[in-house]
């Protein structure tokens, strides 16, 4: 990884952390979800670069190593979406491809909708585009859902306060690489989920761990819960929620999120193309909440037979 570029940009008034790597005319920008930064990037950006295409992966605001923002309890998706634009600008880059993972598929769309001439194409893993509003599919699900439980002002800090940011992390990724729902009991909170013996999956290693751990020591999670969790009934005022740009939606078959009440038959019935009418989805019989990086080889194909197939 040592050929990735880690760049320190101030716009908006915070200091900004991106990672670059790749020379190529085509810009792709990486779009990470929680509770990844730039690093779950690290295998796409290689091969895009290789391929000659240039990546960018920035760690939002309050991430990684970018500025903690002054208040941020305050930050919001629209926050992300300037933040986005203005380092764009930035770096003198017009127009990219957005790929993005778990809920930064919400910034990519909403980056789609409002600057479309910016925008050749979407991938997405793990989450299609879905009507910014109030997420449907919490009111089925019992109390201890971990993202009702997570919405919480203070409950996940509690939570979380128990332990160092390396075991936070491991929690959450072994939790989210399983197929069930994170469901708490009522006398259990969410971390208490993964015994201390639970093996992490084995294509994530103890020294990525260790990376993330040193990344979110830093940043804590303060920023992250606001958004997405807390951010999920922002309003935005679009008019026209279709998105008229080229996408793809890699899902994993063993995403715990096809669990989520409606939302397999939301993405297998078509309903997701009504917004995004140029939508392929590619189905991944193995794959997690992390296929990119479970299955990078697989992933990094995909990525790069759509640009090719879209510049």
Known sequence: MEQIQHNFITVRGLKFHVAELGTGSTVVLFLHGFPEIWYSWRHQMLAMASAGFRAIAPDYRGYGLSDIPPEPEKTTF??????????????????????????????AYLFALFHPHRVS?????????????PPKYEQP????????????????EADFGRFDAKTVVRNIYILFSRSEIPIAAENQEVMDLVDASTPLPPWFTEEDLATYGALYEKSGFKTALKVPY?????????????????????????????????????IKLGKAKELVPDLDIIYLPEGTHFVQEQSLELVNELILDFLKSHI
């Open 121 to 133: 194409g979407v991938i997405t893993m793990g989450v299609p585009h879905v009507l910014p509003a």
């Open 230 to 266: 807390r951010s999920f009934d922002e309003e935005f005022g679009i008019t026209d929620p279709i998105v008229k740009v080229p996408a793809l939606l890699i899902m994993g078959c063993k995403d715990y999120v096809f669990k989520f009440p409606g939302m397999e038959e939301y």
């Open 78 to 107: 629209a926050d992300i979406d300037a933040d986005l634009v203005a380092i764009l600008d930035h770096l003198g880059v017009d127009k990219v491809f957005l790929v993005a993972k778990d809920f930064g598929a919400r910034p």
């Open 141 to 156: 699900l019992p109390e201890g859902f971990y993202m009702s439980r997570w919405k919480e002002p203070g409950r996940a």
